[in-house]
């Protein structure tokens, strides 16, 4: 059984920073890719980024990068969101989830049906 759980959200002024983690358990992350959607009241879950072994980071959302990394440690079972430069439209819950189908890299195009176990997620918000 595959379980994900987003922590380090929080409150951060325009600007600043925050380091999202997502610890996964019941898979291995040499094998498996790991995806950030984020979601905002009203809109549906957007694909953030995707950290694959095969073929390393693709971003989906074009306003993150050169902002947002995807750093992980495999042996710790850890996939993070490394967000700086953050702005108010950066502002959602962040969610991780494993990808279901091809897990040796990201499937899709930042579309969640390609994608298994969601945890409940971390409030990020930037607010001045």
């Known amino acids: 059984q595959v379980q994900l759980e987003e922590s380090g959200g929080g409150l951060v002024q325009p600007g600043g920073s925050l380091r999202l983690s997502c610890v996964v358990s019941g898979l291995n992350l040499d094998w498996n890719s790991i995806a950030w959607f984020r979601q905002v009241p009203g809109k549906e879950r957007e694909g953030v980024a995707c950290?694959?072994?095969?073929?390393?980071?693709?971003y989906w959302t074009a306003s993150v990068k050169g902002r947002f990394t995807v750093p992980r440690d495999n042996n710790a079972n850890t996939v993070f969101l490394q967000m700086d430069s953050l702005n108010p439209e950066d502002t959602a819950v962040y969610y991780c989830t494993n990808a279901r189908v091809g897990p040796r890299l990201c499937p899709g195009d930042g579309d969640s049906a390609y994608f298994d176990s969601w945890g409940q997620g971390t409030q990020v918000t930037v607010s001045s």
């Open positions: 950290s694959s072994p095969e073929h390393g980071v693709t």
